[in-house]
């Protein structure tokens, strides 16, 4: 099998979560929408890694899976946090700091 | 050589009180007056000891310096703020303090009606310590700051009534015609530093005389404008009427007796310029013969006594001026006009004082008349001061005035016949303007409010009008038997080694033509005030017209001066406000509007953000990818 087609299903899993978080509304949505991206990342991360047969891209994957982690833990408290004061996941609803 | 000894008393004393009776404030009231005029006498009469001092040296001993401290030391300009006391200074010493404390001890009585009296005697006090530093400072810059510390006391005495705006304006006005003058005194320091890398009286001195012409012209010139402006002299002369608004005590002090003569002491001192550039010295007789006849026609139309009075001022200055222009014995008649006039001058100053303390400040001579009857000691007084100022032997005047007549009909040629002639005009125009003061004041009819109770002033008053009378007869003769002054300041001014040559005119048919011109003067002033109407005629000729109107030298101030001065501050304001400031509203209106814009992208939707990013990314890397492609 081609390896490029690594490349390209990592293209499309991030076209899919850039879609994902432009057009949906329920913050969960759009939180995994961002997972999804980070993950077509590391699959890009690897699948390069692979071609150029060095691990520096295997490392580098293991680092945004850090990354996204952490970012899961804060992001999620944020979302809960935001709707238990306004009963609303929508992203459309907090707009308080616009203008 | 000369000593060295401390002289710091003569400008720390007055300075202190000055300074002490202002930070007390109220709480000095009770006693400010007499401690001020206390210390005035004290600085009178360490001035008396250091003058008898002075008699038991000889020579060049006579001058003492002090060296205060090293004041400016910027490269080569190293300036020490020392004193120097020398025959010339210890006369002003001499005047300002004994004079100065005559008009203290008056201004208890004329100012004990005033609630800020105390305020008043500070100021007094502060003038007598800048007037001290002026004379008695041993470089122009020490000189220029007690130049511009008169300055600040005559402002602040002027406008020491400043409830009434006419007298804030007076004070505004003073202040801004004399800085016009010490402006020329900055510049002459500068071009002093610049020739002669010193701006000591002695440095200059020496370097004088190997200076060229024109930088000696051009120091003379700039130092002609700085005594222009401090003594009222023509064109800078139009301040003097209007700083009658202060007190009467300050108009005797100092814009009759000594500030007013700073511009004297001023060309007295530098006459190493004078001596070397005939161009500035032909300058200076100008300016003293023109503002001569001009303060003297001026006189002649004044009804309020003090403008009278101050114009009269402003003429004999005009003769000092002129003398002083008159080479090395002018100097020395100059300064013998100057201590002469500070006595009858001062004295008929407290004598326009008193009769306005009687009359209930009324100002204008056509409602006095006959205050003779009720005013005798003033009367008295105003009289010898007026016989003084006329002329007449042997009073004060005699002696000094002719002595500037004499030496300006001897400066040769047809400048000599014309100087004499204007000098012997002046003094006819003089002896009319005073009688008419004289006649309108003390003689003739009383033309009174019937509100006005007219009485002689208090012994305090009274008393210092009476020394300076007794100056005023006396003064004359004496600095004039043997030469006394001529002798005394021969080693400041060089005066002796051409006084004795030759005259165009005997002394003494000098003397007979001044005495007649004044005897016609008197006449025709006695002649033509028989009766005096209460309001000013207005069919009279136009030189009285203009005369009243100070020879429209306000009016001429005001058309070239004033008037395009304001347009361009204006075009200035304008072309600042629209060009300068317009620069940065552009500025800021840009920014305004930018943000304005771009804020609306700020709308608060995260996924509109997150699209934005999107493209954004999609844009760069299409970029890069064109770029490496």
């Known amino acids: 099998m081609d390896i490029s087609n690594y490349i390209y299903l990592s293209a499309i899993l991030f076209t899919i979560g850039a879609i994902g978080v432009v057009v949906r509304r329920n913050a969960i949505v759009v939180f995994m929408c961002i997972e999804l991206m980070l993950n077509a990342a590391n699959l890009a991360f690897v699948t390069f890694s692979r071609i150029h047969g060095n691990l520096a891209g295997q490392v580098t994957s293991f680092f945004t899976m850090v990354v996204a982690a952490c970012e899961v833990v804060v992001g999620l408290a944020i979302i809960v946090a935001i709707y238990r004061s306004r009963r609303s996941a929508s992203v459309d609803d907090a707009n308080l700091l616009k203008r | ?629």
């Open chain 2, 1 to 629: 050589m000369t000593i060295s000894t401390n002289l710091v008393y003569f400008i720390a004393l007055p300075l202190f009180s000055s300074g002490l009776l202002l930070l007390l404030g109220r709480k000095a009231d009770k006693w400010g007056h007499i401690f001020a005029t206390l210390v005035s006498a004290s600085v009178f009469i360490i001035g008396v000891i250091e003058f008898f001092a002075m008699q038991g040296r000889e020579g060049e001993a006579r001058a003492a310096t002090q060296k205060l401290f090293e004041w400016i030391s910027v490269g080569s300009l190293q300036v020490d703020a020392g004193l120097l006391l020398d025959q010339l200074s210890i006369c002003f010493v001499l005047l300002i303090s004994g004079v100065g404390t005559l008009i203290h001890i008056y201004s208890i009585a004329y100012m004990s009606h005033d609630r800020d009296r105390r305020r008043f005697f500070a100021y007094l006090n502060l003038f007598i310590a800048a007037m001290l530093l002026l004379v008695l400072g041993d470089s122009y810059l020490n000189l220029y700051v007690g130049w511009e510390g008169v300055g600040l006391a005559s402002y602040l005495l002027i406008g020491f009534w400043n409830e009434k705006p006419a007298y804030a304006a007076a004070a505004k006005k003073a202040f801004v015609a004399n800085r016009v003058g010490d402006v020329g005194l900055s510049l002459a320091i500068m071009i002093a530093f610049t020739q002669f890398g010193t701006v000591t009286f002695a440095g200059v001195k020496e370097g004088a005389s190997g200076a060229s012409a024109g930088a000696l012209t051009a120091i003379g010139a700039m130092l002609l404008l700085a005594a222009a402006g401090k003594s009222a002299q023509f064109p800078l002369q139009s301040w003097l009427g209007d700083a009658m608004a202060g007190p009467t005590p300050v108009s005797a002090l100092i814009h009759a007796a000594t500030m007013v003569t700073a511009g004297v002491y001023l060309i007295t001192r530098s006459n190493f310029i004078f001596d070397a550039s005939p161009t500035a010295q032909l300058m200076v007789v100008i300016v003293g013969a023109i503002t001569l006849l001009f303060g003297a026609l001026i006189g002649t139309a004044k009804d309020d006594i003090k403008k009278a009075l101050a114009a009269s001022t402003m003429s004999q200055i005009g003769y000092m001026i002129l003398a002083t222009g008159l080479g090395p014995v002018g100097y020395a008649f100059a300064i013998m006009h100057l201590i002469t006039h500070g006595f009858f001058k001062a004295g008929m100053f407290l004598g326009a004082g008193s009769v306005m303390h009687g009359m209930n400040d009324e100002v204008n001579m056509r409602r006095y008349g006959a205050l003779r009857k009720v005013m005798p000691i003033t009367a008295a007084t105003f009289g010898l001061g007026y016989l003084a100022i006329l002329g007449v032997p042997p009073f004060a005047g005699f002696y000094s005035k002719d002595k500037i007549i004499e030496t300006a009909f001897d400066s040769g040629g047809i400048q000599g016949i014309l100087l004499g002639s204007i000098t012997l005009l002046g003094a006819g125009i003089t002896a009319f303007y005073m009688t008419r003061v004289m006649v309108l004041t003390f003689i003739g009819t009383k033309r009174w409010d019937e509100k006005a109770h007219p009485h002689e002033s208090p012994f305090l008053m009274w008393a210092p009008m009476a020394a300076l009378a007794v100056g005023s007869v006396a003064s004359g003769f004496l600095l004039n038997s043997g030469s006394a002054l001529v002798n005394w300041l021969q080693p400041v001014v060089n005066a002796n080694q051409e006084y004795h040559s030759g005259h165009l005119l005997p002394p003494i048919v000098v003397s007979i033509m001044a005495l007649t011109v004044v005897a016609i003067g008197v006449a025709i002033a006695v002649l033509k005030y028989r009766t005096v109407p209460v309001v000013a005629p207005e069919n009279v000729l136009g030189i009285t017209k203009a005369a009243r109107k100070d020879l429209y030298q306000d009016s001429f101030n005001e058309a070239v001066f004033m008037r395009p001065g304001q347009k361009l501050t204006a075009g200035l304001v304008n072309t600042d406000y629209k060009v300068v400031d317009g620069l940065v509203r552009l500025v800021g209106w840009v920014v305004q509007i930018s943000a304005s814009n771009l804020r609306n992208i700020q709308n608060g939707y995260v996924r509109s953000y997150a699209l934005i990013m999107v493209l954004g990314v999609i844009a760069l890397i299409a970029a890069v990818w064109m770029v490496t492609l």
